[in-house]
């Protein structure tokens, strides 16, 4: 279901600021604020501007994967990737436990 824009004059910051702040923070959704009929600021709580800032970062590396993949012919497998994995972490283990030994 999508969820409906809560809408109010700015003047609200001012005036109901209390009300505000509980709808952002229990709803943790925005509130869209309109300075003579046209949109003029958002608010939201710190979580939900944390949240759509670590998204908005996933989309980005996203996007550059794609770009990455696009760019290049050859592809691997699961077990390749996974194999490669292992002895990239089982030599940083190997590295450290050499660098303890010093």
């Given at each position: ?20 702040s ?44 794609e ?36």
């Open positions: 279901m999508p969820v409906i824009p809560k809408i109010r004059p700015v003047s609200d910051l001012r005036n109901k600021f209390k009300d505000i509980r709808s952002v923070h229990e709803t943790n959704t925005p509130v869209f604020l309109t300075k003579n009929g046209r949109g003029d600021m958002v608010v939201m709580s710190l979580e939900a501007y944390e949240q759509n800032l670590f998204e908005s970062e996933i989309y980005i590396k996203l996007k550059e994967a770009y990455q993949a696009a760019s290049v012919k050859k592809r691997y497998t699961h077990d390749e990737v996974m194999t490669e994995l292992r002895k990239t972490i089982s030599g940083k283990k190997s590295r450290r436990k050499n660098l303890q030994n010093v």
